[in-house]
């Protein structure tokens, strides 16, 4: 019997070594492509690294677009500033070609140790600057006493942040005060980098090129829903400013995916949101680009269009009476004042702040091998065969289950060639919900933000989908309701 277990091994182990053989000596050429579904850019496939000449070398450096990285930060918040700061260096701005700038702002003076530490985390240039007083205090017009009324109610029912002024004073500057910070004159580009993000894959283009080149003014890479009790007058505010300046906006301009259509269901009674009253009305559907990532054009934002745009907004009181985020404002901005081919949706940058994370599909050399670190099941996937070795004392059950889920990481990760990431791939609707609470009675969209932006094929639907498995996948923020494309 001990014989026997031996030999069983040993095949098992020899079948699994000539896998895994094949799978590193197999030649890669640069016809194998991804899933038709994945969101590959247009752009042309990345060619093997080599040294450029230094006359290329200079060349670029001289014709680099005006653009800068920008963080508003506290001193506090130094150790998570500084990992942000090496990951956007390792990942994108460490290269000879790139080095832009580094702009971090703040209410107070940053003190001599953040500012030496963030220096020692970059070869780039870095400026330190201090917000002036104007655009971090409430401004005269606001009722303060209203405004601390209000942040109380709002923080009692659990809109987040919402009790900190600070909080209000954020994300006014960040909705528009920032692009007219004397720092930023001489750039037109910005990318802006929170303390504590993530950036999971190489970059391997000069993103601010990249938008320059191609004639973009604003990129995103998630498009997911707001809290609605933050902001209750925005769309009121908003139809009110179309109203007053409908030729401010862009005659190509696509913010119908903003808006609610007939699908989009309610079964709470209320006034203009209710199953009654708010089917096709086109009222605004909580979408929003997840800001906190964002590159964009500083010409945009210093601009006719958005610069009225922010003040109606700010003299109606609603970044103080309500917690109205810089997000949403952005959102409906550049969907409002631009056409929407200036607009990009970056699936190929994997980041993650918070609860949000979006990995793009990518395809590394080793990713067929699986979980090996957990002395688990190793699945091999070579040349059409596999072969799966699992380890012992495990019930089929559990064995099922993990490969069930392995293996549709694995097929979603069949994407954007000679991409490389540190994560597991995330599913384009993984992040529809997650600012939402759980148990919120705000009406959703039928579709999620993401594919309601992209539209056209992304809509499509796979066959007999439950009813109840479409709403549970969109409330919980998970893979939605069946559709064809998942890339």
Known sequence: MPSFRKMVTFILLLVFCQSVWSLYTAPTTATETGPTDAYTPPMADTPARRTLPAGEVQALIDSRPKAAFISLVRNEELQDMVASILQVESRFNGRATHQYDWVFFNNEEFTPEFQATVLQATNSRCFFEKIPVEHWRVPSWIDETRFSAGRQFMGGIGVGKAWLQSYHHMCRWNAGLFALEERLADYDWYWRVEPAVKFHCDINYDVFRFMEENNLAYGFNMAIL??????????????????????????????????????????????????????????????????????????????????????????????????????????????????????????????????????????????????????????????????????????????????????????????????????????????????????????????????????????????????????????????????????
Request: hydrophobic letters at 35%.
């Open 226 to 487: 707001d809290d609605a009790r933050s902001f209750p007058s925005l769309w009121e505010q908003t139809k009110a400013f179309i109203d007053q300046n409908s030729e401010l906006v862009d005659k190509d301009a696509d913010f119908n995916w903003l808006l609610y259509t007939d699908n989009d269901q309610d079964d709470v009674i209320r006034p203009h949101t209710g199953a009654e009253e708010g089917l096709s009305d086109g009222e605004y559907n909580n979408c929003q680009f997840y800001s906190n990532f964002e590159i964009g054009s500083l010409n945009f934002f210093r601009g006719k269009e958005h610069r009225s745009y922010f003040d109606h907004l700010d003299q109606a009181g609603g970044f103080y009476y309500e917690r109205l985020g810089d997000a949403p404002v952005h959102t409906i901005s550049v969907s409002l004042f631009l056409p929407k081919n200036r607009l990009w949706f970056f699936r190929d940058i994997g980041y993650a702040h918070g609860l949000c994370e979006q990995c793009p599909p990518h395809q590394d050399k080793q990713e067929e091998v699986i979980n090996s670190h957990l002395n688990a099941e190793v699945e091999v996937r070579a040349r059409g065969t596999q072969v799966v070795v699992v380890a012992p004392f495990q019930t089929l059950d559990v064995q099922h289950r993990r490969w069930k889920t392995i293996a549709q990481d694995v097929e979603r990760q069949k994407g954007i060639p000679g991409l490389s990431c540190g994560c597991t791939v995330s599913a384009l609707d993984d992040n529809n919900a997650k600012l939402v609470p759980y148990e919120s009675k705000q009406r959703k969209p039928s579709d999620t933000c993401i594919r309601k932006f992209l539209g056209g094929k992304w809509l499509a639907r796979k066959d007999m989908v439950s009813d109840i498995n479409s709403v549970a996948g969109i409330v919980a923020g998970g893979l939605g309701p069946g559709y064809v494309l998942n890339g």
